[in-house]
């Protein structure tokens, strides 16, 4: 019994999924994540509500919305549905969804319960 090896491709994005574990935040990836849609399944972000900055999680994923967890600040978590076209800015490699400008997010992110 003889085992043979392949090795993979020599393209320049093969090795940098392989190099970086597939976590490369480059340009070319974000580009691509414009929109909702193109997050998948349990991906975080940081999302606008009304007062503050909260963070969600994409838990459902249909044709029509998509569904997201939102955290609380008071521990508690509740669920808000999108538009999959939704558009998504980026601050380095987090993705944000919400109307302002994304360089005050992090002054104004929700401060959660920390006694769990």
Same mark, same amino acid.
Not at 18 to 34: F, K, M, V, W, Y
């Given at each position: ?6 090795r993979? $491709?020599?393209?320049?994005a093969?090795?940098?999924? #392989? ?7 480059? @340009?070319?990836?974000?580009?691509? !994540?414009?929109?909702? !849609?193109?997050? @998948? ?5 940081? #999302?606008?509500?009304? /007062?503050?900055?909260?963070? !969600? ?7 029509? /919305? ?6 609380? @600040?008071?521990?508690?978590? %509740?669920?808000?549905?999108? $538009?999959?076209?939704s $558009? #998504? ?5 987090? @993705? ?10 992090r002054?104004?992110? !929700?401060? %959660?319960?920390?006694?769990?």
């Amino acid at each position: 019994m003889s085992a043979t090896f392949e090795r993979p $491709p020599d393209d320049a994005a093969t090795i940098a999924l #392989l190099t970086t574990g597939g976590l490369d935040s480059s @340009p070319a990836i974000e580009a691509a !994540a414009a929109t909702l !849609a193109t997050l @998948p399944l349990g991906a975080h972000l940081i #999302l606008r509500c009304r /007062k503050d900055w909260r963070t !969600a999680t994409v838990v459902r994923i249909e044709l029509e /919305k998509i569904t997201l967890s939102v955290s609380s @600040p008071t521990g508690r978590t %509740y669920r808000m549905r999108r $538009p999959p076209d939704s $558009p #998504l800015t980026f601050d380095g490699s987090i @993705p944000l969804l919400g109307q302002t400008p994304a360089s005050c997010w992090r002054a104004g992110l !929700a401060r %959660y319960d920390v006694r769990w």
